[in-house]
T-cell receptor, first 114, second 114 residues
Framework: DAGVIQSPRHEVTEMGQEVTLRCKPISGHNSLFWYRQTMMRGLELLIY????????DSGMPEDRFSAKMPNASFSTLKIQPSEPRDSAVYFC????????????FGQGTRLTVV | DQQVKQNSPSLSVQEGRISILNCDYTNSMFDYFLWYKKYPAEGPTFLISISSIKDKNEDGRFTVFLNKSAKHLSLHIVPSQPGDSAVYFCAAFARFDGANNLFFGTGTRLTVIP
């Protein structure tokens, strides 16, 4: 199994530009999480999906952030327009909803907005 | 508001000694707790977990202790090794309203000195 796959690994963009982060969860997992890691707040849950349906997006910081999961094997996190304070590492994770197993994380996307 | 707190951002320990990482949580609905380990440029990986019906779980050099009345858990690493140097995240899980909820602390950076 290839694990959770995120792309790109690194993204540098100018303030005001649109940024799209991508995630492919582990096949068979039906819960998907987007996290943001910063020094101050650690791993913050932004949004998660169960069976492709967004369940809780209360962690999404602003309307500039949006996430979609059009099917069980793909999700995107979009920031439009991006700002320097969005610079962070963004992780996607997936798990099997039916049991208390651990979530498996991707390698993350390091976003730098200049 | 942080539901899972790791109040020590860093910890340094001599090789061979015990490392103790602490974590506090606020929500009594959490019923499963996990520790993740994160190396630079990688996603967090699952290390050890404990159900709320237990107060101790041991796996080799790693032991997690849970004190439900104090809403506190700790990770003990004995003996500590240089390869244990990483950021450790505590996480708490609860399923309510039919959805998974997994919250992380801000992490503790462990440095094991050879």
């Amino acid at each position: 199994d290839a694990g959770v796959i995120q792309s790109p690994r690194h993204e540098v963009t100018e303030m005001g530009q649109e940024v799209t982060l991508r995630c492919k969860p582990i096949s068979g997992h039906n819960s998907l999480f987007w996290y943001r890691q910063t020094m101050m707040r650690g791993l913050e849950l932004l949004i998660y999906f169960n069976n492709n349906v967004p369940i809780d997006d209360s962690g999404m910081p602003e309307d500039r952030f949006s996430a979609k999961m059009p099917n069980a094997s793909f999700s995107t996190l979009k920031i439009q327009p991006s700002e320097p304070r969005d610079s962070a590492v963004y992780f996607c994770a997936s798990s099997w909803r039916g049991s208390n197993t651990e979530a498996f994380f991707g390698q993350g996307t390091r976003l730098t907005v200049v | 508001d942080q539901q899972v707190k790791q109040n020590s951002p860093s910890l340094s320990v001599q090789e061979g000694r015990i490392s103790i990482l602490n974590c506090d949580y606020t929500n009594s609905m959490f019923d499963y707790f996990l520790w993740y380990k994160k190396y630079p440029a990688e996603g967090p990986t699952f290390l050890i977990s404990i159900s709320s019906i237990k107060d101790k779980n041991e796996d080799g050099r790693f032991t997690v202790f849970l004190n439900k009345s104090a809403k506190h858990l700790s990770l003990h690493i004995v003996p500590s090794q240089p390869g244990d140097s990483a950021v450790y995240f505590c996480a708490a899980f609860a399923r309510f309203d039919g959805a998974n909820n997994l919250f992380f602390g801000t992490g503790t950076r462990l440095t094991v000195i050879p």
